[in-house]
């Protein structure tokens, strides 16, 4: 984390960022860099040691030191589990309560999700890039998954190739916003 010392002035944990987007104004609220890429996952049912082996490889690979941030809401197992093995790493954020997920949601550049339909309505609106844990046998997330807007895998490994090249790859990520479009 940067610190950077103003005379006469408070200092703070970022620099100052000239993007004033919404996505970056929610990840200033979340405490986050606003410049850096942020992936959130939405998940309470995923098996704890699937989940901590999957964003372990996301953290390891990922050269741009993404913001990951976790909320696995009604599952308090899950959230120790992935506490005790990933809560040591700087930019992984756990949260086990159902903190404003809107936010998160409106801070992500990237959703991982297990495809629960209360989320759908919300990476509609925002047309966020979408990685489905799993299959996309449901028809509203087969149509996201046909339509280029997400994509799904059952394999952790798979999963987090799927994510470090979605947060490497602006083009990409941007394409699947627009395909909500289409």
């Known amino acids: 984390?940067?610190?950077?010392?103003?005379?006469?002035?408070q200092a703070v944990a970022f620099p100052p960022s000239k993007d004033h987007s919404s996505s970056a104004e929610a990840k200033r609220a979340l405490g986050l860099d606003p410049d850096a890429l942020h992936l959130v996952a939405l998940v309470s049912n995923t098996p704890g040691d699937f989940l901590s082996d999957l964003l372990s490889m996301v953290y390891v690979c990922d050269d741009h030191d993404s913001e990951i941030s976790i909320l696995c809401a009604n599952n308090a197992g899950l959230f120790q589990k992935l506490d005790d093995e990933l809560g040591h790493?700087?930019?992984?954020?756990?949260?086990?309560k159902e903190i404003d997920w809107r936010k998160l949601l409106d801070s992500a550049?990237?959703?991982?999700?297990?495809?629960?339909?209360?989320?759908?309505?919300?990476?509609?609106?925002?047309?966020?890039?979408?990685?489905?844990?799993g299959t996309a046998e449901q028809d509203a997330w087969a149509?996201?998954?046909?339509?280029?807007?997400?994509?799904?895998?059952?394999?952790?490994?798979?999963l987090a190739e799927l994510?470090?090249?979605?947060?490497?790859?602006?083009?990409?990520?941007?394409?699947?916003?627009?395909?909500?479009?289409?």
């Open 1 to 9: 984390m940067f610190s950077y010392h103003y005379p006469g002035k």
């Open 89 to 96: 790493l700087e930019t992984i954020h756990l949260h086990d």
């Open 109 to 133: 550049d990237l959703l991982l999700t297990e495809g629960q339909d209360s989320v759908l309505a919300e990476a509609l609106k925002r047309q966020l890039p979408l990685v489905l844990i």
């Open 143 to 158: 149509y996201l998954a046909d339509q280029g807007c997400a994509v799904s895998s059952q394999d952790d490994v798979e």
């Open 163 to 182: 994510c470090v090249r979605l947060l490497d790859d602006e083009g990409l990520r941007a394409k699947m916003a627009g395909a909500y479009l289409h």
